[in-house]
């Protein structure tokens, strides 16, 4: 069974850090193109950042370039989303998701987590 989980999410103050996590289980993602999602309420989902398994060829919305890191740790078959400076814009559930090719349209995309929250407030 695939999974992917995510964690990390929390009540943070803006400036602020946090890092997400999302553990894969029940396939090999080593072809796979991990993205980070987020949707605040009443908007759509929107990519964040996304990477291929291996490391490479990383990418980044514009609102989130300069401040949010995407990585992978292989031998703990994570990806990263580091998030510094962080805004209430930020304010959002956050989900990891698997796609086939490097993609930024959800709809592309084959796995998802069940999401974690981040709120980003004064």
């Known amino acids: 069974q695939v999974q992917l989980v995510e964690s990390g999410g929390g009540l943070v103050q803006p400036g602020d850090s946090l890092r997400l996590s999302c553990v894969a289980s029940?396939?090999?993602?080593?072809?796979?193109?991990m993205g980070w999602f987020r949707q605040a309420p009443g908007k759509e989902r929107e990519f964040v950042a996304g990477i291929w398994w291996s490391g490479d060829s990383t990418r980044y919305a514009g609102s989130v370039k300069g401040r949010f890191t995407i990585s992978t740790d292989n031998a703990k078959n994570t990806v990263y989303l580091q998030m510094n400076s962080l805004k209430p814009e930020d304010t959002a559930v956050y989900y990891c998701?698997?796609?086939?090719?490097?993609?930024?349209?959800?709809?592309?995309?084959?796995?998802w987590g069940q999401g974690t929250q981040v709120i980003v407030s004064s």
């Open positions: 998701a698997a796609a086939k090719n490097i993609v930024t349209m959800a709809t592309m995309y084959d796995y």
């Open positions: 029940g396939r090999t993602f080593s072809s796979y193109f």
